[in-house]
């Protein structure tokens, strides 16, 4: 009886785990179509206010307690951090940069998480073995957007990587950041907080970008309308929802999995649904980029301890 229990459970963790893998690697693609008729910033602020009044408004309803005034301001620092320079950027850089190529990028964020945390006063100074995953990490990162002449690849728009690579770096300091942020106890009312903070100030980029001059409601075709409703209600929502509920009943070494699974899965979708080259070296960076982040990760037990804190309390910045 107990065995069955076990597989019951099992069952029960892998298939939110299967959700995570494919609705947060399908994220970078539905980023892709939404952007190719909805201006960046304004479509990612629209996606993020939605999503952040549901989940404030739902956590409210299951008796929830709003954010303090002091929470509010943490959750503007991170959410402008994560959802502005990280979510937002990845947007904007995806008007010339394939999907699976940003996911990538993206995908290596713990490297820069390794770095800001050495340089933040009292933080965790990297060992030898992080040292050598950071170098292999940067070559596959090199491998992918460097100069064709040396990687064989095909040019890629030097703005739209640079974006990307800013992503990282916004993302690794709102990371840092809302480990010793005042938040909610609430990881769902935090992540709601976080969105409805960050959109408004992608909404105030947008307007200061001038990104909404000659834009009309009528471009929209229905393809970049159903990537944007995917993102709200599947990228934000279900995902979310999943990894919730994962960080509840699954180890964490498990549920950090989705980050090495998310861009393999983003290259692949990009490739079937928006004919994305998969050259060689894509190939090449993703095992050198996945393989660098398996192994930073496992090199540096002293950071294990704050795990659970640091998962529960951080949004993905594909999604």
Known sequence: MSGLIKERMKTKIWIPLLALYIVWGSTYLAIRFAVETIPPFFHAGIRFLVSGIILVVWQRAVGEPMPT?????SLAIIGNLLLLGGNG????????IPSGIAALIIGAIPLFLVITEAFRPGGVKPNRWTFLGLLIGFIGIFILVGPEEVTGGSRLDPFGVAALLMACFFWSLGSVYSKHGDLPKSSLMSTGGQMLMGSIGLFAVSLATGELSGWHLADVTTKSALGLVYLIFAGSLIGFVSYGWLLQNAPISLVATYAYVNPIVAVLLGNWF?????????????????????????SRPEVQKDAKKNEEEVVAVGE
């Not at 998969?278 to 095992?287: D, F, G, I, T």
């Open 89 to 96: 950027l990845v947007s904007w850089a995806e008007q010339t």
């Open 69 to 73: 005034r002091k929470q509010w301001v």
């Open 274 to 298: 928006a004919n994305e080259a998969l050259e060689p070296r894509v190939w090449l960076a993703a095992a050198i980029i996945v393989g660098s982040v398996m192994f930073i990760n496992r």
